[in-house]
């Protein structure tokens, strides 16, 4: 299953009304996943993993508010594509593995956060980059990305 697929079921299981900005919290307490943030070094974000039957997800408090919901909707992404194969914290995984890893974690976060009938209703409102990231609460270079991606606006995407 692609990433983006599990985003939208995720969306559709925590009853999103296609409207307002997702929420990764709210997502994170329908799979009954614990959060919680503590401080942490200038280049972590956060992390997650599984104690007995419960899953977590740790934050960098100190990140502002819209890095740590990215991060959150990431490590959820984690949970979900690949939770069933991780027991406990993740594994250090070979280094085309671990990239294959993140970068679906990345994909969902961006799915998940910047659902597509959104984005193309929000980018036909505003045609501001600024203004669609501000109301998401994702970053200007995520919703970049994302329109990118869905072909609304000129220039490369992902790779």
């Not at 990215?70 to 995984?93: N, S, V």
């Not at 203004?131 to 609460?137: E, F, H, M």
Request: charged share 20%; hydrophobic share 45%.
């Amino acid at each position: 299953m692609t990433p983006e697929r599990m985003a939208l079921i995720a969306l559709n299981a925590m009853g999103w009304d296609g409207q307002h900005p997702p929420s990764p919290v709210r997502l994170a307490r329908v799979l009954g996943v614990a959060v919680f943030g503590r401080p942490g070094p200038s280049d972590w974000e956060g992390s997650s993993g599984r104690s007995g039957d419960r899953w977590w997800v740790c934050l960098n408090r100190t990140k502002p508010w819209r890095r740590r919901q990215w991060t959150l909707a990431h490590e959820l992404g984690h949970i979900l594509i690949h939770g069933a194969q991780a027991d406990g914290q993740w594994r250090r995984r070979p280094a085309e593995a671990a990239h294959d890893a993140e970068r679906a974690a990345d994909r969902f976060a961006a799915a998940f956060l910047m659902p597509a009938s959104l984005m193309i209703v929000l980018w036909h409102k505003h045609q501001n980059v600024a203004q669609v990231a501000a109301y998401l609460g994702v970053s200007d270079m995520a919703v970049t990305l994302r329109l990118r991606e869905l072909h609304l606006l000129a220039g490369p995407a992902r790779s």
